[in-house]
């Protein structure tokens, strides 16, 4: 149920080794701030943001990558909480409220939480937010043969039957409207009061909130279902210019007369620029080489797409001033097949053996990368090392780990496939694996992709003994993380692998997840997550590997640069202004 969010977020990673590693990168700044500015940024003038890739949603329900949540939650969009604007982790992943008056009040096992709306909130049109906005916007979610691609937590958390024909929830979302008054039971408005009732405990929903757009308010009579896909009808301060958001061009983001800045922060919006001109379709070298020249409208311009590695010798001098180099929220890491690969011992002898530092080097360097000792990213709630990573180097120990093939008793040279999404710089990249692997006793055969990856990679019947994957999480928990990962209960079918790549299936961390997830709090869900972590580490579910860079430029003219958690480390559009 979780598979589009996921191919999405790991098509990111994939990205970042495609062909020219666009989006990939390091640079001067060790940490997320106003890089090299110094003049203090004020209201007016045009922020251009270039684009490389057409987003595939701009709609808040079906909208689901890291970049399009942060421009648009930051501009047009506004929810019942939000993140705000820090680089302090604990500040940033800290929900305050948004639309709603507060961040939530919940039961005494968080079955249920109820948020109120604040009173002068405004449409584009000027028309009142409601609680029915609210609600009709949750709705949404239910129809999935409509409101496609976005996040459907809501499916499984909100406390509404499920069709046994189906599988899925008995209410099927506005359009048909059956089961409405399942739905209606569920989610309550009393005046301005909402309530949403859930089957079982979500403690960190105001993070869900925050950190995703499936909770926003929709207005009924401005829903179109999936010709609203490019459609923007703001509560925000900017509005498109125009209704409708062009895929291969982008849209001027305006001043919206009907936003109150009263109702909102300068903590998670501050709107400086009077416009913002999003430029979709120059490919990331295009980008850079208006960066770096730094003339014309570049000089007002910000990208989300990452430094390629080819352009790394430019950036020095007075340009690199004007970079950011940060971690990213997305790990790669490498998933055995266990069905292939069923001996555990082997497993350990493959983590033994892989060389992430040689992974690293031939993928652009410590700009581009730094190790992983977890799938769990460091800037999310519940991560720590995973221990059974502790004692292998980052270059990897071929004799220790053929030391471990030959005390399993398997016939060496022992044959691996490796799978992997095809570029000139992962092919690199897979070779340094190879090396080791090779060193310790496996026999590594290389399996480029090319057009086509995830539909493969997710097939049981698949050969790959090895397959490269990404993640980043949906919001700052590793309840979004383990559990859709490697949860074999709605992964596993006769069909698909979902997004267990490897096949792994096991009791004992699935009666942890259903720990985490019927926790009536935060300290117990990260507990139950953290000793299944270690449960996967034990099994040799995957391997990590390291934790994407994100290298940006900025030009010169270009006041208050700075990224984020709250932004998933990308361009933070609520703090950004330009010199005017």
């Known amino acids: 149920m979780f598979t589009h969010r996921k191919r999405l977020l790991a098509s990111t990673a994939v990205a970042a080794l495609a062909a020219s590693l666009a989006a990939c990168g390091g640079g001067s700044s060790d940490n997320g701030s106003s890089s090299g500015d110094s003049t203090e940024a004020k209201a007016g003038g045009t922020l251009n943001y270039y684009i490389f890739a057409p987003y595939e949603h701009v709609d808040p329900q079906r909208t689901y990558v890291g970049v399009e949540l942060t421009n648009f939650r930051r501009t047009v969009y506004r929810s019942l909480v939000a993140f705000p604007i820090s680089q302090d982790p604990d500040v940033a992943n800290t929900p305050v409220p948004d639309l709603a008056t507060d961040t939530g009040t919940a039961n005494a096992d968080s079955t249920q939480w109820s948020f109120t709306i604040k009173d002068g ?8 937010i409601t609680c029915e906005d609210f609600k009709y916007g949750a709705s949404r979610v239910f129809a999935t043969d409509v409101i496609t691609g976005g996040p459907n937590y809501l499916l499984t958390y909100l406390d509404i039957p499920t069709d046994p024909k189906t599988g899925l929830p008995a209410y099927d979302g506005p359009y048909k409207g059956d089961g409405q008054d399942l739905f209606d039971k569920a989610i309550t408005c009393d005046g301005n009061t909402i309530t949403y009732k859930f089957k079982k405990p979500w403690p960190d929903f105001p993070l869900a909130v925050a950190g995703l757009s499936m909770m926003d308010p929709y207005r009924e009579d401005k829903d179109q279902g999936n010709k609203s896909n490019y459609q923007i009808f703001s509560n925000g301060p900017y509005k ?29 919006r501050k709107a400086l620029p009077d416009e913002i001109n999003f430029n979709v379709g120059q490919t990331t070298e295009t980008i850079y080489d208006q960066l770096i020249a730094d003339s014309g409208d570049a000089q007002y311009a910000i990208t989300s797409q990452r430094v390629p590695p080819a352009y790394y010798s430019q950036i020095t001098g007075a340009v690199a001033d004007r970079s950011t180099l940060v971690p990213s929220p997305y790990v790669d890491y490498l998933v055995p097949n266990v069905r292939r690969i069923d001996n555990v011992d082997v497993r350990k002898a493959l983590a033994m053996a892989t060389n992430k530092a040689g992974w690293i080097e031939a993928g652009g360097g410590e700009k581009a990368y730094t190790p992983a000792d977890s799938i769990v990213n460091p800037a999310v709630v519940g991560y720590q090392p995973n221990p059974a990573f502790a004692d292998i180097p980052d270059e990897g120990d071929p004799d220790a780990a053929k030391k471990m093939l030959e ?35 496996f026999d590594t055969t290389l399996d480029p992709l090319g057009d086509t990856y995830y539909d493969v990679i997710q097939k049981p019947d698949k050969d790959s003994d090895i397959v490269w994957a990404g993640w980043g999480s949906d919001w700052p928990s590793a309840i979004t993380v383990t559990p859709p990962l490697f949860d074999s209960r709605p992964n596993l079918s006769a069909a698909s692998d979902g997004q267990d790549y490897g096949g792994y299936k096991s009791d004992a961390f699935n ?17 139950a997550l953290q000793e299944a972590d270690a449960v996967l580490g034990e099994d040799v579910a995957y391997i990590p590997l390291e934790i994407s860079q994100f290298y940006f430029l900025h030009g010169s003219k270009v ?15 609520g703090a950004i202004g330009v010199e005017n």
């Open 407 to 441: 005390d399993a008793g398997v016939t060496l040279p022992y044959p691996i496939k490796f799978t992997y999404p095809q570029s000139d710089t992962m092919d690199k990249m897979a070779a340094a694996l190879k090396q080791t692997w090779d060193a310790a006793g």
């Open 511 to 527: 009666k942890l997840v259903d720990a985490a997830q019927g926790a009536a709090s935060l300290d117990e869900q990260t507990k």
């Open 121 to 128: 909130v405004k449409w584009e049109d000027g028309k009142a």
């Open 240 to 268: 498109i210019e125009g209704s409708m958001w062009n895929k291969n061009k982008g849209a001027l983001f305006v001043r919206n007369e009907n936003y109150d800045p009263s109702t909102d922060s300068t903590d998670i």
């Open 559 to 573: 006041v208050g640069f700075t990224t984020t958690p709250a932004s998933s480390s990308y361009p933070d559009l």
